[in-house]
């Protein structure tokens, strides 16, 4: 079956613009991350949500950064008035249930790399 | 939070050789216990995982050891081939409390001929 997917793969923009990360999670997991992988670093949490349900978002950076996940199933991460630092790749992961069978792998997608100029 | 730090940064092997990569953690509390390979460009693939109620774990070359009193584990590649040449991450997990993986800062492994 397919695994995660991600769009863009690569996105280039100007200090100011909004942008936004589509992912595709593997069918039927219901839980899905985003993660931010600095050049060099290992990913780093940004959010989680179960289902539509935001979880955690503890690792949001600033208020710029938004996620939604409405129908428990593809998730958009937005970054209102990209600064360079928010220069990554984002990652995105899915997984079944947490604890459901004991079942903790997190499968990642390949990724998004933003280059804000 | 839990904090993890991974060494070494860099690794170079022959082929043929093992390497080990070693990652220890701060909260006790973590029970989970991944370990992703990610070559440039490319997804973290997941590689091998243990948890908390088991000490080792074996998959062909690649093993991990755990020791819960020392908060330390460790990835051992045996007869390293070119193909593993990649970057390792290591990371842990509260699957009680906490949703998120907290890694490691990666080890880049060069297999070299």
């Known amino acids: 079956g397919a695994g995660v997917s991600q769009s863009p793969r690569y996105k280039v923009a100007k200090r100011g613009q909004d942008v936004a990360l589509r992912c595709d999670p593997i069918s039927g997991h219901v839980s899905l991350f985003w993660y931010q992988q600095a050049l060099g670093q290992g990913p780093e949490f940004l959010t989680y949500f179960q289902n539509e349900a935001q979880l955690d978002k503890s690792g949001l950076p600033s208020d710029r950064f938004f996620a939604e996940r409405p129908e428990g199933s593809v998730s958009t991460l937005k970054i209102q008035r990209t600064q360079q630092e928010d220069s990554a790749v984002y990652l995105c992961a899915s997984s079944l249930l947490l604890g459901v069978r004991k079942n903790y792998e997190q499968y990642f997608g390949p990724g998004t790399r933003l280059t804000v100029t | 939070g839990e904090n993890v730090e991974q060494h070494p940064s860099t690794l170079s092997v022959q082929e043929g050789d093992s390497a080990v990569i070693k990652c220890t953690y701060s909260?006790?509390?973590?029970?989970?216990f991944p370990w992703y390979k990610q070559e440039l460009g490319k997804r973290p693939q997941l590689i091998i995982d243990i948890r908390s109620n088991v000490g080792e774990k074996k998959d062909q070359r690649i093993a991990v050891t755990l020791n819960k009193t020392a908060k330390h584990f460790s990835l051992h590649i045996t007869e390293t081939q070119p193909e593993d040449s990649a970057v390792y991450f290591c990371?842990?997990?509260?699957?009680?409390?906490?949703?998120?993986?907290?890694f490691g800062t990666g080890t880049r492994l060069q297999v070299t001929l």
């Open positions: 990371a842990a997990l509260n699957t009680g409390t906490a949703s998120k993986l907290t």
């Open positions: 909260d006790s509390a973590s029970n989970y």
